[in-house]
């Protein structure tokens, strides 16, 4: 039997503009509809039924609850850091210890975020023992 010709790999440029489906967000928001590249947020914070996704300089207000945006994301990629706080890992710069089991998450712009000792244990475990 002829084996099938092998899939060639995307260029990381062409799958990062172009990523798979479950690697971006769909928002509706006041008529229109965005794509949000999942490894473009720095951060997700609630407010009631409203999600506020911060992408760089920019941000994007939504509503729906924050569990629903939490059940879309990878919990390798994205931990939550309190009851209305998502952080994407690769954006955290510093973790500043405040008592054994609270921290700031401090991130590569700057941007300070608590970190509740309820959720201190998802950050431990993503950082295995080095906390």
């Known amino acids: 039997m002829a084996?099938?010709?092998?899939?060639?790999e995307p260029s990381d440029r062409a799958a990062r503009l172009n990523p798979p489906a479950e690697e971006r967000l769909l928002l509706k928001l006041k008529g229109r509809i965005i794509f949000l590249n999942l490894c473009d947020i720095d951060w997700i914070e609630a407010s009631g039924n409203h999600v506020r996704f911060h992408v760089g300089?920019?941000?994007?207000?939504?509503?729906?609850?924050?569990?629903?945006?939490?059940?879309?994301?990878?919990?390798?990629?994205?931990c939550q850091v309190h009851r209305s706080i998502i952080v994407n890992v690769d954006r955290i710069k510093e973790l500043i210890r405040c008592s054994p089991s609270e921290f700031i998450v401090v991130l590569q712009d700057g941007k300070q975020?608590?970190?509740g000792r309820h959720y201190s244990g998802a950050l431990k475990a993503l950082f295995k023992d080095k906390l």
């Open 3 to 8: 084996e099938a010709p092998k899939k060639q």
């Open 113 to 115: 975020l608590p970190c």
């Open 57 to 78: 300089k920019e941000s994007h207000l939504a509503r729906m609850p924050l569990n629903r945006v939490s059940e879309k994301l990878a919990p390798s990629r994205f």
